[in-house]
């Protein structure tokens, strides 16, 4: 009996010992496995940002190219530009009527062809204007033949269309009211193309604004029977008689088609002499022609004589 329970307590303690081993050998077991999962989370983390780093440079280098590339693209490539452009003919200067400028102010019966001292005016280009100094004689202009004027009424018609017919027609001081306010306008003459027309009946200045100083040769806007403006008037005085003084001074008829306009007018009433030192751009043009014919006829001139001495030396030497 004694035995059975000697032999039953050392099979307890070995149990006992043996139970005491295991749960150490898992304890190391499980220990070691976090372990090594934990260096092998962390073994793989490291890479993994590496890449990351490594992708986002490379995209950036990508992009970098990108943008290289299509800035070379876009310098290789030619910028759009209207057709024709690099066709355009050398347009004439744009003429802008300043304060105290006589301007021809016309419109065409079509309203395509017009100029009213401004510079997106289609008849801009080479308009003749006068700047007015003082009492004298002075002359304004416009004209259809220039390479400017053709251009532009492509944005309305042919090219080849020239001014038809007369809607308005006036010579105006730019702030002449302001600067004259008794400054008188006689128109003297009126030519188209060259040639110079009848008039109807006799002109009278007015301002239509109270700042410009105006007078009608061919207003369509006033209708028929209308009275003479209050400030009518004429170099002697004011002038009330719509029968001998008109807005109309002209025949339309004149104007069937026309290219050149040319009005002559004499200016008084603004207190002072017309400036010998100040001419209009048309006097300008005919004093460029004069000085061009005064030189060469100097240059043949001084030729002839040249000629002529040499011939008489070898005169003098033959005789000799």
Same mark, same amino acid.
């Given at each position: 009996m004694k035995k059975l329970i000697s032999c039953l307590i050392v099979s307890a303690m070995m149990a006992t010992a043996f139970t005491s081993c295991g749960d150490s050998g898992n304890n190391t077991s499980v220990t070691e496995n976090s372990s090594s999962n934990n260096s092998s989370s962390e073994t793989t983390e490291a890479p993994t940002e590496a890449e990351e780093e490594t992708e986002e440079e490379t995209e950036e280098e990508t992009e970098a190219e990108e943008e290289t590339e299509a800035e070379e693209t876009d310098e290789d490539e030619e910028v759009p530009t209207a057709a024709g452009d690099e066709d355009l003919p050398e347009f004439e200067d744009a003429v802008i009527a300043e304060d105290g400028d006589a301007y021809l102010a016309i419109v065409d019966s079509n309203y395509y062809s017009q100029y009213w001292g401004k510079n997106e005016d289609i008849l801009t280009y080479d308009a003749g204007v006068a700047h007015i100094t003082g009492d004298g004689d002075y002359k304004v202009s416009v004209t259809a033949d220039t390479e400017g004027y053709r251009y532009d009424i492509q944005n309305y018609a042919e090219e080849t269309y020239v001014p038809a017919g007369l809607t308005f027609a006036a010579v105006i001081v730019k702030n002449g009211t302001t600067l004259y306010p008794d400054m008188s306008i006689q128109i003297n003459s009126i030519k188209v193309d060259g040639e110079e027309i009848d008039l109807t009946a006799k002109n009278y200045?007015?301002?239509?604004? /109270?700042?410009?100083?105006?007078?009608?040769?061919?207003?369509?806007?006033?209708?028929? /029977?209308?009275?003479?403006?209050?400030?009518?008037?004429?170099? !002697? /005085?004011?002038?009330? !008689?719509?029968?001998?003084?008109?807005?109309?001074?002209?025949?339309? !008829?004149?104007?069937a088609s026309w290219t050149n306009v040319e009005v002559d007018f004499t200016v008084t009433g603004t207190g002072a002499e017309k400036s010998e030192d100040d001419t209009d751009s048309n006097e300008d043009t005919d004093s460029d022609e004069t000085e061009t014919t005064t030189e060469s006829e100097d240059t043949d001139t001084e030729a002839e004589t040249e000629t002529e001495a040499e011939a008489e030396d070898e005169t003098e030497a033959e005789a000799e």
């Open positions: 200045t007015s301002s239509d604004d /109270g700042k410009e100083m105006r007078t009608n040769i061919y207003n369509s806007y006033i209708g028929a /029977g209308s009275s003479l403006p209050d400030d009518a008037h004429t170099a !002697d /005085g004011a002038v009330t !008689d719509s029968e001998e003084y008109n807005w109309l001074i002209v025949n339309p !008829d004149d104007f």
